[in-house]
């Protein structure tokens, strides 16, 4: 069941020229977390705030569980929503405790199961003992389990993430995205989560929807979009990606790195190019060889190496992180390619 | 997207001269011990040898507490009353002109609070122009409208001082995070219950800081209150020391009015302590003005009653009991000596309070131990002590230990001096703070001596400040009333005292002339100095 649905949601903020958002159209289903992924300032934040109705979008409609809740003239007020939002600052009440915080939602309940609530809450993130502590008294960490915490609490149709990890340390963020993630499938519950960090993305999402510009670029499984991105500009957002230029010829797309399938089929003579990701590259030392290794990146778990080919085209290539060779070797290329992508030539 | 945490710098470590700067610092310390601790201890000493009430009855000193916390405590509510909606509207909503209204709304803490209380008493006075207008209206000659007393007082005072909170509130308005209010809608709470469960809560501590603010000025305040004819302690020191001559009354009357000053001090100290939060911001995002759509006009009335009765309506009667250009120019000349006695005194203790309050920022940061602490303490305390009440101290003190001190303007001075030191300190202190301590230790390793340090690094790093600290304490100086009351020499009169005097003797005109005067002498001091700050230039 598609538990949120937004059609055709253009939006334009006052004095503004650009819309932020353009004829979007997008949903998600009952359970799923939907990943918003994109560059800052391409509008992921604002879908996810016209989701819980803080921007009004000037067209479109916006339905939450089936119920329309924004039809460009009228938006249901955000308190009338029943979604969870967690900013990326948390927002805390600074002026109330932990309990105090996550029973803000709480107040139709009757009070004993309203701290019923709260304790069961409370063990769900892992902030049992933290009771009666003020938000400055709390780590960044506990900041962000309090956040979550509060928003799931009045049992939210929707929890909403806005870049919920990038307030903290390096360290803390993956520790933190996996106890989000048990949180999430422990719950059930449905989630969108606004990020401008793939590997992020990858790592938490069922779906991930690339935004551009406040235009979508593609939307799928993490999957597809590494491995058969849509557009060049996903391919080259979502990882590390070289463009390798290429004809179609008699069936097949040659390139001076070799020869591919034309899977897309191409007519013949057609000039394209063929997405390459480090992975798909291998090197070997040879001499004469057709290559020369340009740079190299050491990254702990790879080396990236950076091959220059005879045209002057660049090419990145994955090897181990034992596999060290001197700048300058002359190397020999191997492209396996698992997935073939190809973009018409741009000109 | 997140803001950066504001850089905060490590306080200066004591230099390695630390012996000489300590050695200043206590002799600094004991200066201005002996300025501002010996007429306190005098007058304490003076309320208990006496230890008779005087003139004055157990029965008539609780009632006089009690009209005076009471005036204090609902000036304090109507001065919230103004503020507060004023400060949301402006803050948060779409209200028209609400830039204009930002502005205006500062503009009652330049009329003081017994200039404010003259321009009512002769529009709503018993010979005020309203009742001379009703009195031609209808033929008959009854009083319709009298401000004065203990209403008159409390209207007046929240009028003029309602800015206190409003600065606050405004500022905290400004830096509450929008994702917090967000979030309470998102938890299923609507506009108004965002701002009842959210919004006022968050304010809470500055609406508190302002509010005390107010209750201290009401406390202290006897410029007003005694125009406007309130019987409340700085009123009744006045009274028993100028007409009853009974020193010893005054003097048990000020010592309970200092313990209630004090007391209220260590209660708002022990209430900040008790529950502290800390405001967790680090946004750039303002929030959305609140669209006020049917209520637009209606606010806009709001608005413009509030900055009407605090702003307009003083000043337009103000300039109305001039009169012409010529009546106000002629009132300038026949009254030029007391002009000039009141610039005088205002640079004099302006410049002595920028001189001492660098030297003693300056030592307190070098200073060891509890020195510094000390040493800021002590003149905060002068700060607190009303005005009247300093008058007093002075005259008992002086008036037995140092005769050839008492009768000058010398005496003016050192009252102003103690009155105001602590905005030149705390001023200079704070921008001393601000100066990165490396450029300090750069300057030592460079070969400079801690001499030259301070002229040539650190003098030049706090001149904007200097300037500014001179003028807020010139400011302070020329509208002070209450002190300069009982201290000026015969004939030596200010010109706040001769606006107290006309406005007694019912010389609205005269009054009004040199009111109008006397802000033009704080205002214009006070825009240019905001106008250079404006432009980072102090």
Redesign the interface.
Known sequence: MKLIELSGVSLTYPNAVEPALHDLSLDVKEGATLSILGPSGCGKTTVLRAIAGFEHPQAGEIRIAGRLVCDGKQCVPPEERGVGMVFQDYALFPHLTVTQNIAFGLRRLAPRAAADAVTHILDLVGLAGFEDRYPHELSGGQQQRVAIARALAPKPVVLLLDEPFSNLDPDMRGQMREEVQEILRRTGITAVLVTHDHDEAFAMADRIAVLNRGRLEQVDDPESIYHTPSTPFVANFVGQADFLPGRVENGKIHTEAGVFENVTGHPHGTAVEIMIRPDDVHITPASPGTAQIAGRQFRGSENLYTVLLPSGQYLHSSEASTTVYPIGTSVELTVAATHIVTFVKRR | ??QAAPMTLARPAPAASGWFAQAGAIALLAGVGLLILPPLLYLASSAIQAGTLGTLSIGSLAGLALTTLALAALATVWAMLLALPLAWLVVRTDLPFRNVCRWLAVVPLAIPSYIGAMAYIALLGPVGSLNAWLAALTGSHQQWMNIYGFWGGVFVLGLFTYPYIFLLASAALEAT?P??E?????????PL?VLR??TL??L?PSIMAGGLLVFLYALSDFGSLSLLRVHVFTTAIYHQLNTRFDQAAAAMLSFVLVLLTLAVLVGQHALLSRRS???????ARVARPVPLGRWRWPAVLLAGGILGLSVFVPLGVLIAQTGTAGQFLDVLGEQWSFIKNSLALAGAAATLAMIVGFLIAFSAKRATGNTGAALLGTIQMGYAIPGTVLGLSLILLYNTYLPWLYGTAGVLVLAYLIRFLTQSVQGIDAALAGINPHLEEAARSLAASPGAVLRRVLAPLVRPTLFAVWTLVFISAMKELDATLLLRPAGFDTLPVRVYIHTVEAEYGKAGALALLLIAFTALPWLVVTRLRDKKLV
Do not use: C, K
């Open positions: 997207m997140t995070n994702s917090v967000e979030t309470a809608r998102s938890l299923g709470e609507g219950g469960r959210v809560p968050m809470r939060y800390v405001t967790i911001t680090g946004t």
